[in-house]
Nanobody, 130 residues
Framework: QVQVAESGGDLAQAGGSLSLSCTAS??????????MGWFRQATGKERETVSC????????YYTDSVKGRFTISRDIAKKTLYLRMNSLKPEDSAMYYC?????????????????????WGQGTQVSVSS
């Protein structure tokens, strides 16, 4: 049984920083044989892609609103995906979800869509105050 779990969500001040972590277990393929991504959904809003990383780690995707502020990374040995969030804004407030998918879910070309991902965590709440 595949289990994905996010952690690190918290209250933060605008301009502050926060790091999210995501662990995955029970995968039939190796951790680094998956595309991975972070997605978020604010109350009353549609889910949106925040950032994705290809299976090889060679390619990254960031939605325009977080470019230059957020960084996605992974530690293969720890089977952990990270999202470093700097210069936080109130509009970053949302439930953040981690997801893994087959390599083709994000190849480094074009956009990254949550509909292409297979395994999802239950979310971790990020709340940014002004």
């Amino acid at each position: 049984q595949v289990q994905v779990a996010e952690s690190g969500g918290d209250l933060a001040q605008a301009g502050g920083s926060l790091s999210l972590s995501c662990t995955a277990s029970g995968l039939t393929l190796d951790f680094d044989d998956h595309a991975m991504g972070w997605f978020r959904q604010a109350t009353g809003k549609e889910r949106e892609t925040v950032s994705c990383i290809s299976w090889s780690g060679r390619s990254e995707y960031y939605t325009d609103s977080v470019k230059g502020r957020f960084t996605i990374s992974r530690d293969i040995a720890k089977k952990t995906l990270y999202l470093r969030m700097n210069s936080l804004k109130p509009e970053d407030s949302a439930m953040y979800y981690c997801a893994l998918g087959p390599p083709q879910a994000y190849t480094g070309r074009g956009a990254c869509s949550g509909s292409d991902f297979s395994y999802w965590g239950q979310g971790t709440q990020v709340s940014v105050s002004s």
